[in-house]
Nanobody, 122 residues
Framework: QLQASGGGLVQTGDSLRLSCTISKRTGSNNGLGWFRQAPGKGREFVASIDWRGGGKIYDDSVKGRFTISREYAQSSVYLQMNDLRPEDTALYYC?????????????????WGQGTQVTVSS
């Protein structure tokens, strides 16, 4: 139901745009989010957006560098990542919220993609 793509190996300061295609049946009226999991660490919140494309929430570590957006025609959610740092290295997941709201709480998400790897070299 969710397919994330766009990850890769980049250098510090580079940009990447992650994409996630979502089944229209499961995501068009729901909030969407991006999470990440670095090696040896738990999964953490990155950004979220409500069903209207507003209500954006960002983790402090990515504010001003990452931008979440969604496109209804393509049933997709995006994460534009600028000024990447080695600490951004992780497996990035997209997820569909149980509600229409934007939320940073993992327990509020019901569907998860398989993840796309982002590696930032110093």
């Amino acid at each position: 139901q969710l397919q994330a793509s766009g990850g890769g190996l980049v250098q510090t300061g580079d940009s990447l745009r992650l994409s996630c295609t979502i089944s229209k049946r499961t995501g068009s009226n729901n909030g969407l989010g991006w999470f990440r999991q670095a090696p040896g660490k738990g999964r953490e919140f990155v950004a979220s957006i409500d069903w209207r494309g507003g209500g954006k929430i960002y983790d402090d570590s990515v504010k001003g560098r990452f931008t979440i957006s969604r496109e209804y025609a393509q049933s997709s959610v995006y994460l534009q990542m600028n000024d990447l740092r080695p600490e951004d290295t992780a497996l990035y997941y997209c997820a569909v919220s149980r509600s229409s709201s934007s939320t940073s709480l993992q327990e509020n998400y019901m569907y998860w993609g398989q993840g796309t790897q982002v590696t930032v070299s110093s």
